[in-house]
């Protein structure tokens, strides 16, 4: 996990097309300047980084069913909820399940776990877009380091 | 009007907060409304939840950019109900 980089996803666990369902892990960094202002002496992960985590997961997973043929933009934050504090060190583990695929957007339920006990979740929304010129291959390589794609 | 209308109203009236009363059948959702493209989405989860539906916005967004049909097709509200009604009907 790179907070300043906005790579929320270390690691793709499973992606479960039958079940709509991604499963991913992040580790929260030991140091960090967001750490720096978010609090002084008391570190400690923004809520607004755990949405983007899910978001991304979230991502990733429409990424996967929709075989990268169009991008999810995030669009909407909906029962946001933030249960418990995350500090340095952390270990997540985020799973995102694709709950509607309209036209041209998709809702997914999203929470973020720690060894079990649910830290936060919310449901997010995503328009869904041909991809803007070069992302898609940018998108590929982010899927290939986390090990959603395995292909050469 | 219909239960059909009656629902997307009430839909509408919810999602982009405009007074019930304000939303007729003739209700044009972008010019009278002023409901703009992330509340339509909204309104689309919406009914497509609620009518076990995929409203083809896409589809109907290429329609309308081609030249191929008016905006007013989609976005008045009597003929978003009656698109409705056709799509829960081909369900059926």
């Not at chain 1, 429409?62 to 500090?87: C, E, N, S, W």
């Not at chain 2, 839909?11 to 409901?35: K, V």
């Not at chain 2, 950019?65 to 978003?80: D, I, R, S, T």
């Amino acid at each position: 996990m790179r907070l300043e980089y906005f790579e929320m996803i270390d690691r793709v666990v499973v992606l479960d097309r039958d079940a709509r369902r991604i499963e991913a892990q992040s580790t929260v960094p030991m140091e960090s300047p967001v750490f720096e202002g978010h609090f002084p002496g008391h570190p400690l992960v923004p809520g607004v980084l755990l949405t983007e985590t899910m978001a991304q997961a979230s991502g990733y997973l429409i990424l996967g069913l929709m075989d990268f043929t169009h991008m999810p933009f995030l669009m909407a934050v909906d029962k946001a909820r933030f249960r418990t504090f995350v500090g340095p060190g952390t270990v997540l583990s985020i799973t995102a399940t694709l709950e509607h695929e309209g036209s041209g957007y998709a809702v997914t339920k999203a929470k973020i776990a720690v060894e079990g006990k649910p830290i936060c979740d919310a449901e997010l929304r995503f328009r869904i877009m041909p991809f803007p010129a070069d992302l898609d291959g940018q998108m590929r390589a982010q899927a290939r380091r986390i090990g959603l794609l395995t292909e050469a | 009007m219909s239960s059909t209308f009656d629902t997307v109203a009430g839909i509408i009236s919810e999602t982009a907060d405009i007074p019930r009363e304000q939303i007729t059948p003739e209700s044009h959702a972008i010019d009278d409304l002023g409901i703009d493209s992330l509340a339509f989405l909204d309104i689309a989860f919406a009914i497509d939840k609620a009518f076990g539906i995929k409203l083809p916005l896409e589809q109907w967004t290429q329609e309308v950019n081609e030249g191929k049909a008016p905006a007013e097709e989609y976005f008045v509200l009597k003929n978003l109900v009656a698109r409705i009604d056709a799509l829960i009907a081909a369900k059926a």
